[in-house]
């Protein structure tokens, strides 16, 4: 079957299911109550995201690993808000979408995707994530808790930066080529 084939069907079928659910629970009274599913509005996005992963697994296209992450990890971000009401954390905790792509990007590398570098494509996007995390915490107050020593973590994440910084730059100088010269005395076996 056709790759485009798969991925229809298999999005149809949990149309289907997901349709039928909701056609039972309106249509036939105390069901509901039966089944006793308490969602809140952000598990049901982290459930899309989910349904995003199992379609692309289903379907051969590992890299649908990487919406799924973005779309279950923003859920997960609102799903705390959500519960504990400090929506102002949005100010700063946007930065871990960058981290949701990285998981997702080696998530699919590990499903198949044969992109050349993905691991350290996603481990970088994890990695950038965590250090604007920390700075935008920082001018935001998430780090409050840790007193006077919350600075530590910006001198960390200046670290992180420069150190990558420095092993790009020595990993990017050009080698030598080294030139197959053969001894003079040598003839070509093609003369």
């Known amino acids: 079957m056709e790759k485009r084939n798969r991925v229809t069907l298999v999005l149809g079928l949990l149309l289907v299911l997901a349709g039928t659910y909701f056609v039972l629970i309106n249509a036939v009274p105390g069901l509901a109550q039966l089944i006793t599913v308490h969602f809140s509005w952000p598990v049901i996005i982290m459930l899309v995201g989910a349904g995003l992963l199992i379609l692309g697994l289903l379907s051969g296209v590992a890299e649908m690993s990487i919406p799924a992450f973005i779309v279950a990890g923003i859920g997960g971000i609102l799903y705390y808000q959500n519960l504990?009401?400090?929506?102002s954390s949005?100010?700063?905790?946007?930065?871990?979408?960058?981290?949701?792509?990285?998981?997702?990007?080696?998530?699919?590398?590990?499903?198949g995707a044969r992109k050349k570098g993905a691991a350290r494509d996603g481990l970088d996007a994890i990695g950038t994530s965590l250090v604007l995390l920390v700075i935008f915490g920082a001018i935001f107050g998430a780090f409050k808790p840790l007193g006077p020593?919350?600075?530590v973590l910006l001198i960390a994440a200046?670290?992180?930066?420069g150190a990558r910084a420095f092993i790009k730059g020595c990993k990017e100088e050009t080698p030598v080529n080294v030139i197959d010269v053969k001894p003079s005395g040598e003839a070509d076996e093609n003369m």
């Open 84 to 87: 504990s009401g400090n929506w």
């Open 149 to 151: 020593y919350w600075p």
């Open 90 to 111: 949005w100010s700063y905790l946007w930065t871990l979408i960058p981290g949701f792509s990285g998981l997702g990007v080696l998530v699919a590398a590990l499903f």
């Open 158 to 161: 200046g670290l992180v930066i």
